[in-house]
Structure formats: C-alpha cells, structure tokens
C-alpha cells in the first residue's frame, strides 16, 4: 500500500520561516496532482496549495505571496516553503496525492496523517 508521510512541522515565531515535505512510498507507478491542507482546531480541512504534474500550481488566497510549493518527481516528493508565517497560519497540515499504484490502473486519493504547525505571536 501507499504511504504519505509529512516532515518538517513545529513552533515557530510570526514573520518566521518553515518548510514542509511529504515523501510518498509503496507501490507506485506515478504520482500525478499533490497538495498541502490544514486544519485548525474548530476550522474545515482547507487546500493550502496544489501541484500537477506538470508543474502549474495553485494556492489559497490566504497564503498566496507567502507560501511556495514545489516537487521532486523522481523522489515522490513534494515540498512547502513557508515564510511570514502568521499566526493563523496555526494548524494541522496534511499532504494529499493522487496516485496510481503499480498493477493498478485507476487512480486514489491518499493523505498523510499531517504535521503540527504553530506560530507564535
């Protein structure tokens, strides 16, 4: 099976930096669309930013100016550059992807089960 695992969440102080990476492993034939979600405590799971495969990219409004994701096709893996972090900014962060597994022609959805971020005032 497919997992998602996320990287790179803690406390930070508001105006600070951080990054965040998901790495997907299993069974794999290609990754296609991965994004970044967060949920704060009380608040909907909102998209932070996504990526297709062919690198075009879409965020938030909240985030846009601000937030930079990216991805390394070849490692499975995906990345989130945070800077001016806020303190609403404060949630779980979740890596989605949709991915076709080896022997397996259609496509699933997965989720990593999120890193913690929090910023400080």
């Known amino acids: 099976q497919v997992q998602l695992v996320e990287s790179g969440g803690g406390l930070v102080q508001a105006g600070g930096s951080l990054g965040l990476s998901c790495a997907a492993s299993g069974t794999i034939l290609s990754v296609n669309a991965m994004g970044w979600y967060r949920q704060a405590p009380g608040k909907q799971r909102e998209l932070v930013a996504d990526?297709?495969?062919?690198?075009?990219?879409n965020y938030a409004d909240s985030v846009k100016g601000r937030f930079s994701i990216s991805r390394d096709n070849a490692e499975n893996t995906m990345f989130l550059q945070m800077n001016g972090l806020k303190p609403e900014d404060t949630a779980v962060y979740y890596c989605?992807?949709?991915?076709?597994?080896?022997?397996?022609?259609?496509?699933?959805?997965?989720w990593g089960t999120g890193t913690q971020v929090t910023v400080s005032s």
């Open positions: 989605n992807a949709k991915i076709i597994r080896l022997g397996i022609l259609r496509e699933t959805t997965y």
């Open positions: 990526i297709r495969s062919d690198g075009s990219t």
